[in-house]
């Protein structure tokens, strides 16, 4: 069994499997999902998990290069924004059109589903190295 970090099986073979670049992505409850990628669905009841409960466990095992955020966060969800803004410092930081997002989730290696539901707390997580 696994000493510590994140235990899900789906979600610790997705992260093996990143490269350079590579994106994965933390959804709301409501976000659609693109077809063929592959859903990591968390959720279990409206509100939980939280985003930023499965966001802080992710950021510990992850090199994060880069992070993609909906624009429309700041104003209609501005008490995520502000902890993401906490939690990213020194990353590099992208703002997009919500509608731009889901376009970019297309190319996600996978999109992980949480309960949240706060408006457009997304956000794509793009892998770095380690090195």
Same mark, same amino acid.
């Not at 990591?40 to 095992?61: H, M, Q, Y």
């Not at 501005?78 to 410092?89: G, H, L």
């Not at 990353?91 to 949480?114: D, F, N, Y």
């Given at each position: 069994?696994?000493?510590? %970090? /994140? $235990?899900?099986?789906?979600?610790?073979?997705?992260?093996?499997?990143? %490269? !350079? *670049?590579?994106?994965?992505? +933390?959804?709301?409850?409501?976000?659609?999902?693109?077809? %063929?990628?592959?859903?990591?669905?968390? @959720? /279990?009841?409206?509100?939980?998990?939280?985003?930023? &409960?499965?966001?802080?466990?992710?950021?510990?095992?992850?090199?994060?290069?880069?992070?993609?955020?909906?624009?429309?966060?700041?104003? !209609?969800?501005? /008490?995520? #924004? =502000?902890? +993401? =803004?906490?939690?990213?410092? &020194? *990353?590099? =930081? !992208?703002?997009? &059109? !919500?509608?731009? $997002?889901?376009?970019?989730?297309? @190319?996600?290696?996978?999109? +992980?589903? *949480?309960?949240?539901? *706060?408006? #457009?707390?997304?956000? +794509? $997580?793009? @892998? %770095? /190295?380690?090195?």
């Amino acid at each position: 069994m696994k000493k510590r %970090g /994140v $235990l899900n099986k789906e979600l610790n073979t997705v992260f093996a499997s990143l %490269g !350079h *670049t590579d994106m994965i992505v +933390i959804a709301d409850c409501g976000l659609p999902i693109p077809e %063929g990628v592959t859903r990591i669905d968390l @959720s /279990v009841t409206k509100g939980f998990p939280s985003f930023l &409960s499965i966001l802080d466990p992710i950021v510990e095992e992850l090199e994060i290069e880069a992070i993609t955020i909906a624009e429309e966060m700041q104003t !209609h969800n501005p /008490v995520m #924004y =502000q902890e +993401i =803004q906490k939690r990213f410092v &020194s *990353t590099t =930081q !992208h703002t997009v &059109s !919500h509608e731009r $997002l889901k376009e970019m989730m297309k @190319s996600a290696k996978a999109v +992980i589903r *949480t309960g949240e539901a *706060t408006p #457009y707390a997304n956000m +794509i $997580l793009h @892998s %770095g /190295v380690n090195f």
